[in-house]
């Protein structure tokens, strides 16, 4: 079983993110060396390899349902962040741990914020177990990052949102950047924000359709 993995991550990398445009050395290499099924329930690691967003957590009385991102933008997002061993990095939405581990293999130190206690538990178990160590799992609300260990050299926003808090934008240091998706569905774009002083300047870099990240929401604006 674990050649077959093996034989299946090395396709993952080969035909979903090498034609995707995605050239980082680092990058592919990380996904090359991350055990995607480790982190994904027992019941779908079959699946871990599939050119598709998994579902890791179903939505339950009011909960929203958590994902997986499938592996094309999650890398070509991770490329954009060009990250490198100088820098710390703060995730939002560690969800089960996948991209915190990759995180981890480019970057010195990475912070990864969960919500759902549930979650967080069972993140830090499989990075622990599997030797990833230079990942802090915390929870918290999203949206609040972790000022605590700020500034942070790259935030990572791991799924889609509607807008960007000021509450993060504040916790990047000085030439620092932030990437992430910025709308729903089909007009979703992926961004990297730099900091400049008080300055914050972005660009729409390509399409990107991926889950949604709960806790983004744009606030209703009051009609007369």
Do not use: W
């Not at 240091?173 to 709308?183: A, C, H, M, Q, S």
């Amino acid at each position: 079983m674990a050649q077959e993995f093996e034989s299946a991550r090395q396709k993952m990398v080969d035909n979903q993110i090498r034609t995707t445009d995605v050239t980082s050395h680092s990058v592919l290499q990380a996904f090359l060396s991350v055990e995607r099924e480790k982190f994904v329930p027992a019941n779908k690691a079959a699946l871990a390899y599939i050119d598709s967003d998994i579902e890791v957590v179903a939505a339950d009385e009011g909960r929203p349902a958590r994902y997986l991102m499938e592996p094309s933008p999650l890398a070509k997002l991770l490329q954009l962040a060009a990250i490198d061993k100088n820098d710390v990095v703060l995730e939002i939405g560690g969800c089960c741990g996948y991209t915190a581990a990759l995180l981890s293999l480019l970057a010195g130190s990475v912070v990864t914020l969960e919500s759902d206690e549930a979650l967080a538990q069972q993140a830090t178990e499989t990075l622990s177990a599997n030797g990833y160590d230079n990942v802090a799992v915390v929870t918290g609300p999203l949206r609040e990052g972790y000022a605590s260990e700020a500034p942070f050299d790259v935030i990572f926003i791991n799924g889609a949102i509607d807008e960007v808090p000021e509450e993060l934008t504040s916790q990047l240091r000085e030439g620092g950047r932030l990437v992430t998706v910025i709308g729903r569905g089909g007009a979703a774009q992926a961004h990297l924000l730099l900091r400049s002083g008080e300055t914050l300047s972005g660009r729409p870099v390509f399409n990107a359709a991926v889950p949604i990240l709960p806790g983004f929401e744009r606030e209703a604006a009051f009609v007369f």
